[in-house]
Each structure stands twice: as C-alpha cells, then as structure tokens.
C-alpha cells in the first residue's frame, strides 16, 4: 500500500519561490525514486524532475534547470521540490510519482504510484 500527498502549492508573482513536499507511506521508501511532474491546462503531463533511491542523482527538465531543486530526506519519507525565480509558464498542478524500476527518468512510463496534485499559480 503507498501514498504519495503533495503539499506547498499556491499563488506566488513571478521572481517567487515556493517549496512542495511529497510525503511517503510505507517503509519501503528508500527503495524507489521519485520524480515530480506538471501539467498546465490543455497540455500533456511533463517531467519537472527526478531523484535516485539515495538521492545522489538528480535529473531536471531543461525548463527548470538552474531554478528548480530537488531533494529527498529519506528519514522523513519526504522529497521537496525547491522552486525558485518561478515564471507564469510554471504554472500547472505538480504531481509527485513513485519509479517502479528501471527505465527513463524523464517519462510518466516507469512511474506505478501518483499523488493527487497540488496547484501552483505564478502570476504576471
């Protein structure tokens, strides 16, 4: 049985920053790797980024890369995503997925479990 909830989401003027979390169930945590994913209205779900079962590698999407973070404190079953100088194209419900195994970081394919979203709006 997992869960994944995503918090942190709301409304920020672009140049803001804002931090979602994505808490886990389970013991098992430690054993996958989690990505973080978007999807705007009328658009297809997008890789935002990923990070690996201990955390030492991390994969960004080039839209985000050099502004967003991603981090995980396996003690807390929790990964964050740091989000920072956020533009309005960043706009978009952020969901946070399990990697069930082996496969490309960068697409929905090897993701089994998805948290419900959370809403984020930049505006101006």
């Known amino acids: 049985q997992v869960q994944l909830v995503e918090s942190g989401g709301g409304l920020v003027q672009a140049g803001g920053s804002l931090r979602l979390s994505c808490a886990a169930s389970?013991?098992?945590?430690?054993?996958?790797?989690i990505g973080w994913f978007r999807q705007a209205p009328g658009k297809e779900r997008e890789f935002v980024a990923a990070i690996s079962r201990s955390g030492g590698s991390t994969y960004y999407a080039d839209s985000v890369k050099g502004r967003f973070t991603i981090s995980r404190d396996n003690g807390k079953n929790t990964v964050y995503l740091q989000m920072n100088s956020l533009k309005p194209e960043d706009t978009a419900v952020y969901y946070c997925?399990?990697?069930?195994?082996?496969?490309?970081?960068?697409?929905?394919?090897?993701?089994?479990?998805w948290g419900q979203g959370t809403q984020v709006t930049v505006s101006s």
């Open positions: 389970g013991r098992t945590f430690n054993s996958y790797a």
């Open positions: 997925a399990r990697k069930s195994g082996t496969g490309s970081y960068y697409s929905t394919g090897p993701y089994d479990y």
